[in-house]
């Protein structure tokens, strides 16, 4: 029987018991190996160069002993209730990087990765800033982000996906599939500005009969919109009651920055249910 690999990101922030709990849930449902990850912002077991003035040396080891106690606690934290959570296979790694790096390096062995969404409040206390986007641009992953506000238990039952047929759109799909459980619903939504591209519904109805032969039936429908994609995304995701978005990343090329990154962004800013994203 194969076992497939969740890492989650973890650190002191007031969120992560709630990413925490849908990870586990998430493990605990599909048999998963659960894998909490905690970089402690420490380089080598040492503060990073430039944080604290030249020469205070005392200053130095305070903070690195209290980044080192700050991690084992949400190490402790994490174990506890994972034992709670009944997630029979898990594992705790306290590592000596911050949060970007820890994450791409353990992230590259994993299945699927949960963030949290940015959050200010978070950055202060050893988040890093836009984690979720510099991590989706370099791991290799499907990562699972979790908005900073809502309670969300459990994911894949209802599930609308942002399809344009491109190869990010495709891959989501691809990795969103071991999130689809029997009797999930699944709704393929496209938008666009140009009525008579309403006419291109072949990729929808071939994408349709793909997740058919993989068990999973769909539903699609193409939406002229005057508003943004990413607003359209999220109505539509409110209107269809969705508890989890699918859909490509972007942010490679200027070009493609500016046409697709766009996109990414703003669900990444404003996403109101967890979204699951690939590149």
């Known amino acids: 029987m194969q076992q497939q690999t969740v890492l989650a990101h973890l650190d002191p922030s007031k969120r992560c018991a709630v990413r925490t ?69 898990f594992e705790v790694r306290l590592v000596d990087a911050g949060p970007e790096d820890a994450v791409v390096q353990h992230g590259r062995t994993a299945d699927l990765i949960v963030l949290g969404q940015d959050e200010r409040d978070a950055v202060a206390e050893g988040a890093s800033d836009d984690l979720a986007r510099r991590v ?13 506000a809502g309670h969300f238990t459990d994911v894949g039952r209802r599930i609308m996906v942002a399809w344009d047929g491109s190869r990010e759109a495709a891959v989501a799909l691809r990795d969103a599939l071991s999130l689809a459980s029997a009797g999930s619903r699944v709704t393929l939504v496209s938008f666009g500005y140009d009525p ?50 699918v859909m490509g990343g972007y942010g490679t090329s200027p070009l493609r920055e500016r046409v697709f990154g766009g996109v990414t962004r703003d669900i990444l800013a404003s996403m109101t249910v967890p979204v699951l994203m690939s590149h």
């Open 21 to 89: 709990a849908l990870a586990a849930e998430l493990s605990r449902r599909r048999g998963d190996h659960l894998v909490g990850l905690v970089p402690t912002g420490l380089r080598g077991g040492v503060i990073p160069e430039g944080v604290v003035p030249l020469g205070a040396t005392d200053l130095v080891a305070t903070l690195a002993d209290h980044l080192r106690q700050r991690a084992e606690a949400v190490a402790r934290t994490f174990n506890d209730r994972m034992a709670e959570a009944g997630v029979t296979s």
């Open 136 to 148: 989706l641009m370099a791991v290799g992953r499907p990562i699972l982000v979790v908005p900073y």
């Open 196 to 245: 008579c591209a309403a006419t291109d519904d072949l990729r929808l109805r071939e994408t349709k009969q793909w997740l058919a032969r993989h068990g999973v039936e769909a539903e699609a429908e193409y939406t002229v919109i005057r508003i943004g994609i990413a607003d359209a995304l999220l109505s539509r995701a409110m209107d269809l009651g969705a508890d989890l978005i």
